[in-house]
Each structure stands twice: as structure tokens, then as C-alpha cells.
Nanobody, 120 residues
Framework: QVQLVESGGGLVQAGGSLRLSCVAS????????MGWFRQAPGKEREIVAA????????YYADSVKGRITISRNIAKNTVYLQMNSLEPEDTAVYYC???????????????WGQGTQEMP
């Protein structure tokens, strides 16, 4: 089992910045890649960004390229999502998730956090 706990969401002005964190725990965490997803009211969950844990390869949704950066701290089992130039359209609940499969395919993710609300 893998446990994921997000933090860092909140209310921020449009144009501002926010950093989300997700701490992973569990004896079986090793080898999982991490992704950030979001779900806005009335919309389907969509991927924001993902990162391969071992080599740091990254994937970004076209809508966030240039504004959002995903990174990880291997020693802390933590993945981050740095969001800049926030727009009202970024309002959503943000989830981190873990997968041993495809970075960009939501159904490939096996474990999910509880979500954190972000409101620009």
C-alpha cells in the first residue's frame, strides 16, 4: 500500500503563485512514478503534470506548460507542483497519484491522495 498526503492548497490572487506538496509513504512506494491531477467543479479529472521517480522525466498538460513545474525530492518521498501566473481556470481540487505505468494515463494510477483545494 502507498499513502499520499497533499498540502499547500488555498486561496491566492490571480497572477499569483502556489506550491503544492505530496508526501508518499508505505513500504511498497519504491518504483512508483508520481502525477498531479485536478478536477474543477462540473468537469472531469485531468492530468496536470507527472514525473518519473527514478530519472525525473516530466510530462505536462498543454494547458499548463510554461506556468507549472513538477519536481521531486527523493530523500523526502515528496513531489511538488509549483504553479505560477495562476488563472481563475486553475481553480480545482488537486490530487497527487502514484503509478507504475504510463505517466499521462489516469487509469494507470493506482493510488490517490485525498486532494487539496486551490483557488486563484
Amino acid at each position: 500500500q502507498v499513502q499520499l498526503v497533499e498540502s499547500g492548497g488555498g486561496l491566492v490572487q490571480a497572477g499569483g503563485s502556489l506550491r503544492l506538496s505530496c508526501v508518499a509513504s508505505g513500504r511498497s512506494f519504491s518504483g512508483y512514478n508520481m502525477g498531479w491531477f485536478r478536477q474543477a467543479p462540473g468537469k472531469e479529472r485531468e492530468i496536470v503534470a507527472a514525473i518519473s521517480w527514478s530519472v525525473g522525466f516530466t510530462y505536462y498538460a498543454d494547458s499548463v506548460k510554461g506556468r507549472i513545474t513538477i519536481s521531486r525530492n527523493i530523500a523526502k518521498n515528496t513531489v511538488y507542483l509549483q504553479m505560477n501566473s495562476l488563472e481563475p481556470e486553475d481553480t480545482a481540487v488537486y490530487y497527487c497519484a502514484a503509478t507504475r505505468g504510463s505517466l499521462s494515463f489516469a487509469k494507470a494510477y493506482d493510488y490517490w491522495g485525498q486532494g487539496t483545494q486551490e483557488m486563484p
